[in-house]
């Protein structure tokens, strides 16, 4: 099939093709066809498949075939929420590159700028308007936006446009729309409570799932390491240094993560950028632009990057750091191997993420291949739940401290020197807590597979000693007892790094048994 089969007009044919679009994907076969006839349309597809050509295109024509009359105030014809700025602009640019030399005016808006440029570009009249919902919102409080002339709505990345951060404004903003309207939902995970939210918004519409739900790019190899958190950036700079790394993505779990990965790759020679929340947008914008230009091979971003980045010929993504949540795995792969090429995705796990690469498993349906390096995974005792959030607490305190502000210091500390949780008071009637929050649905397709540690894990391999490496020891109740002098001279030198910091637990064996 070819887009000259979808009914698009020679205009937007020929804009295609500069484009370099020859077929078109999956879903946008689908899709294209039933947006053009008015049809409400949920759809799912992998990252990387041309889901914002989907919708553009159609909408584009719609516009093209039905102008305003001649004196008929300009007035919002289509609306497009995103949920992050790069992910907006690079929607924008798209409606520019596709609507070329017809009669139709994008506009694009979103936070951490001034907003008098968008507000003047608003007043010349626009008939697409591509926004975040926080300054989307803000302006329409302001009386410089009006909703009730919108005919499509569209919510791109719809499960994470769904989730408890965006839902409130997007149904402030929902309600300001006429009653008559189109409306279409993109994303590609869709879970079972997000689509029930979906259906709220929509009115019988059409389902389109070209791929498995949560399903990852079939030509992207994907890997896992096993090593202990205090060495992963020895791990890294490594594996950043092979010279078939032509660019790569490295996703970090906090923003204070990025810096500091950013940090320690500059130790070991390695020019990197980091971009996420706290960056302001010229920031983000140079950071983008110093990646996609190649003066940084290396771009260290948040999650908040998974849903906004579209960079031809990215070879690598690196998960740093496990995601919390299951399904911005498939995001955050899904940002190497776009439009048929092939791709690497790279995880690092310790103890504390065993958790977190389950569910990911299980999500996707299979095991990630695990690859052996010289830093192997040496501490299998996940780390104390109310310890770590202690030495989060001390740590929150020393970056308000560097800023010359003033932070409550723990009232009291453990043995070890980390602060002390507090503890609740026991309520013995107290009901127990249920959680509302339904299952995430897992892949039916997935097989049934074994824990990798605790009861019933399959028995692993004898691990090899690790290549260099500070040991610090844990003794009984938690003390760390003072490693013996090293001997001078003694340096990792072969592989040009520091000494990655090796753990021991002695209480409990080095595999873990007592």
């Known amino acids: 099939m070819s887009f000259e089969s979808l ?6 044919l020929k804009n295609v093709l500069k484009a370099g679009y020859e077929t078109p994907t999956p879903i946008q076969r689908s899709t294209i066809p039933l947006v053009m006839a008015g049809k409400d349309v949920l759809g799912c597809a992998q990252t990387g498949t041309g889901k914002t050509a989907a919708f ?32 907006a ?34 007043h010349k009249g626009a008939d697409i308007v591509i926004a975040c919902p926080g300054r989307l919102w803000d302006l329409m409080n302001q009386g410089y936006v009006r909703l009730d002339g919108v005919e499509t709505f569209v919510l791109d990345e719809a499960d994470r446009m769904l989730d408890m951060g965006f839902i409130h404004d997007v149904r402030r903003i929902a309600a300001k729309l006429p009653q008559k309207h189109q409306t279409l939902l993109f ?17 019988n519409p059409e389902s389109v799932k070209v791929d498995p739900v949560s399903s990852t790019v079939k030509k992207i190899d994907q890997s896992l390491y096993m090593v202990d958190k205090a060495n992963k950036k020895f791990l890294l700079a490594k594996l950043l240094k092979e010279s078939d790394i032509e660019s790569a993505l490295v ?48 771009l260290i971003a948040t999650d908040i990057a998974a849903r906004g980045i579209d960079i031809a010929g990215l070879s690598h993504v690196f998960n740093y750091d496990m995601p919390m949540e299951p399904e911005a795995y498939v995001h955050r792969i899904g940002r190497t191997g776009r439009a048929g090429r092939d791709g690497t995705a790279v995880s690092f796990c310790c103890i504390d993420e065993i958790k977190q690469l389950e569910q ?76 509302a929050r339904p299952e995430k649905a897992a892949n039916p397709a997935a097989p049934e597979m074994k824990p990798r540690f605790g ?25 760390v007892q003072a ?19 090796q753990r021991v637990n002695r209480a409990r064996g080095r595999n873990g048994e007592r």
């Open 187 to 203: 994303s590609a995970t869709m879970p079972a409570e997000v689509e029930k939210l979906a259906m709220d918004l929509l009115h």
């Open 455 to 479: 009861p019933g894990a399959a028995p692993s391999p004898a691990k090899p000693l690790p290549k260099g490496g500070q040991a610090i020891v844990i003794g009984k109740g938690g003390k």
């Open 360 to 435: 990911v498993e299980k999500l996707i349906g299979k095991r990630l291949p695990v690859k052996q390096s010289e830093w192997p995974m040496m501490v299998t005792t996940p780390t104390d739940p109310k310890e770590k959030e202690a030495a989060r607490q001390l740590a929150k305190a020393a970056r308000l401290a560097k800023l010359g502000r003033t932070a409550e210091m723990p009232k009291k500390l453990t043995v070890s020197g980390n602060a002390a949780p507090e503890r609740k008071a026991h309520k013995s009637a107290a009901p127990a807590k249920t959680s």
């Open 483 to 501: 490693p013996a002098a090293a001997k001078p001279g003694k340096t990792s030198a072969a592989h040009g790094l520091s000494k990655p910091v």
């Open 7 to 12: 009914g698009l007009m020679p205009v937007i």
């Open 56 to 87: 553009a295109l159609p909408m584009i024509q719609q516009l093209a075939k039905n102008p305003l009359k001649d004196g008929a105030p300009r007035v919002i014809r289509q609306l497009i929420l995103t949920p992050t700025r790069e992910l």
């Open 251 to 298: 996703f970090s779990r906090t923003k204070h993560g990025a810096d500091r990965i950013v940090r320690e790759l500059k130790k070991e020679g390695i020019q990197s950028v980091a971009i996420h929340g706290d960056k302001s947008q010229s920031q983000r914008q140079n950071a983008l632009a110093k990646f996609k230009s190649g003066e940084s091979k290396v």
């Open 89 to 122: 602009l690079q929607i924008y640019e798209n409606f520019v590159t596709y609507g070329k030399n017809l009669p139709v005016t994008p506009c694009v808006i979103f936070g951490g700028v001034g907003q008098q440029p968008q507000v003047d570009a608003l």
